[in-house]
């Protein structure tokens, strides 16, 4: 079974500073998706960046960008220029490329911005 | 385009009652998923509904349970509930193509259970 695991609780960024979130996850798959999700006070889940596992260049989205180590099972996330909206709960997550729409989540890491 | 509506955003419920709760995918999505995120157990999947069959199911009791309509929208219902269904319920829609390279999956806000 595939696992995803997040080993930072909480992190602590000084605004316009650059941190970077911890994944690893477990699979015997070689096709597959990882995810980075924001979940804000709001609740509302909203999709961050998505990496495939057949590319080798990491995806980046402004001021988001990953880190992904195939061979390792690594995920990072890296986000610059912190800004005070960017504080919410982050969640690395996976799913089979060749199945269904099932998510496996991680247990998420809150982030937190110092003016 | 409107988002996932999930209805309602909040709940009270009693122990032993039975709850609906509704999920209307936004315009074209096929694909409706459950989840159940608590903080202890943190984002558990609960199912996933297509084309108005139930397309995989998570490692829940019987008395959750779940359908879909013809036009897509979704419903999920606890029965006899208990203290520890006590939960944020959110749900996603997508596409639902298998193996689909832009199957991205849009959460709605969630409804917000409170079992006493």
């Known amino acids: 079974a595939q696992t995803v695991t997040q080993s930072q609780p909480e992190m602590s960024v000084q605004e316009a500073e650059t941190v970077t979130l911890s994944c690893t996850y477990d699979?015997?798959?070689?096709?597959?998706?990882l995810f980075w999700y924001k979940q804000p006070p709001s609740r509302q889940m909203i999709l961050v960046i998505r990496q495939e596992a057949y590319k080798q260049q990491n995806a980046t989205e402004n001021r988001f960008s990953v880190n992904f180590q195939k061979a390792a099972k690594s995920f990072s996330l890296k986000i610059s220029d912190s800004q005070l909206g960017d504080a919410a709960m982050y969640f690395c997550?996976?799913?089979?490329?060749?199945?269904?729409?099932?998510?496996?989540f991680g247990k998420g890491t809150r982030l937190h911005i110092l003016p | 385009k409107a988002g996932v509506t999930q209805t309602p955003r909040y709940l009270i419920k009693t122990r032993g009652q039975q709850v609906t709760l509704s999920c209307s995918p936004i315009?074209?999505?096929?694909?409706v998923s459950w989840y159940q995120q608590t903080p202890g157990q943190g984002l558990q999947f609960l199912f996933e509904?297509?084309?108005?069959?139930?397309?995989n199911k998570g490692n829940f009791p019987g008395r959750f349970s779940g359908r879909q309509f013809s036009n897509s929208r979704s419903e999920m219902n606890v029965s006899t509930l208990e203290l520890g269904d006590s939960a944020l319920y959110l749900c996603?829609?997508?596409?639902?193509?298998?193996?689909?390279?832009?199957?991205?999956?849009?959460f709605g806000a969630g409804t917000r259970l409170s079992v006493l």
């Open positions: 509904y297509f084309s108005e069959t139930q397309r």
């Open positions: 699979t015997s798959e070689s096709d597959y998706y």
């Open positions: 315009s074209g999505h096929r694909s």
């Open positions: 997550a996976y799913r089979s490329a060749n199945r269904d729409d099932k998510i496996i």
């Open positions: 996603a829609s997508s596409l639902g193509l298998q193996g689909a390279r832009k199957n991205i999956q849009y």
